[in-house]
C-alpha cells in the first residue's frame, strides 16, 4: 500500500489573540488576518493532491476549513474529538481572571498539565486520548492518500509529539504559529515522518528547534 500524508494546519489568528485568554472549547472566531492566513494555505494546497479536508468542530478550525475546502472543491468533515485542549473552568479567561476567581488553582503551572488538570478540563494525557484514535480513523479511511486536516496548536502538538515519539512532558516545546502547516508521511509498515514542522506560506523563514 501507499503512503499516507497528513497536511495539518493550525487555525488562523483569533479574534481575541492579544488578550492572553485561554480558549480551550471558548468559541471564538479568527480575525481578518486569520482569514488571509488560511486563504493563502489554501493557495498552496491547491496543488497538492488533497482529497479530504477534516476540521475541529470549533468556529476557529471551521471556518478554516471551509476556505480551504472551497479552493480545493471539497466539503469539509467536522470532528469533535479535534477540538483543543479543554481548560474547564478558565476557558474564556486571562491567567489575572482565572487567578482572581479561583484562587485555589493560582499557582497551577502548565508544565504540569501532562497529567494534571484545571476543574472541568483535561490534562495532556486525556486530549492524547480523544485525539490520536480519529487520526487513526482518518489515516485508516484515507490509506495511500493525501488529506488535510484543520486543527489547533495544542492538538497539533499532541500529534506531531506521538509521531516522533516524544514523552508527552515535550509538548511546550513545539511551536505551533497561526496558519501553519506540518506534513506527515505515514507508511504502510507503521513508520511516521514529519516532512515539515511548523511551516507553509505564513511561516516565511521561520525555523522551529525541537530541544
Not at 489573540?17 to 491547491?46: K, P, S, W
Request: charged fraction near 25%; hydrophobic fraction near 40%.
Amino acid at each position: 500500500m501507499e503512503m499516507t500524508r497528513i497536511y495539518l494546519a493550525r487555525h488562523g489568528q483569533v479574534v481575541n489573540h492579544h488578550e492572553l485568554r485561554y480558549n480551550g472549547h471558548f468559541d471564538v472566531d479568527i480575525t481578518d488576518t486569520g482569514v488571509e492566513q488560511m486563504r493563502r494555505l489554501a493557495d498552496l494546497l491547491a496543488n497538492e493532491p488533497v482529497k479530504a479536508v477534516y476540521s475541529s468542530d470549533l468556529q476557529r478550525a471551521v471556518k478554516g476549513a471551509r476556505i480551504i475546502g472551497a479552493r480545493l472543491g471539497i466539503e469539509p468533515v467536522m470532528k469533535h474529538p479535534l477540538r483543543e485542549l479543554s481548560l474547564g473552568r478558565w476557558e474564556g479567561l486571562t491567567r489575572e481572571e482565572a487567578a482572581d476567581r479561583f484562587p485555589e488553582e493560582a499557582g497551577f503551572r502548565f508544565k504540569d498539565l501532562a497529567v494534571s488538570r484545571i476543574k472541568g478540563g483535561e490534562s495532556l494525557l486525556d486530549l492524547k486520548a480523544r485525539v490520536m484514535p480519529a487520526i487513526g480513523g482518518i489515516i485508516e479511511l484515507h490509506r495511500g492518500a493525501s488529506v488535510c486536516i484543520v486543527a489547533h496548536g495544542g492538538v497539533n502538538r499532541v500529534i506531531l509529539s506521538d509521531v516522533m515519539g516524544l514523552p508527552i512532558e515535550n509538548f511546550f516545546r513545539i511551536e505551533q504559529d497561526y496558519g501553519c502547516l506540518n506534513i506527515i508521511d505515514c507508511f504502510p509498515d507503521g513508520v511516521r515522518v514529519v516532512k515539515l514542522l511548523n511551516g507553509g506560506p505564513n511561516q516565511e523563514m521561520r525555523t522551529t528547534v525541537i530541544y
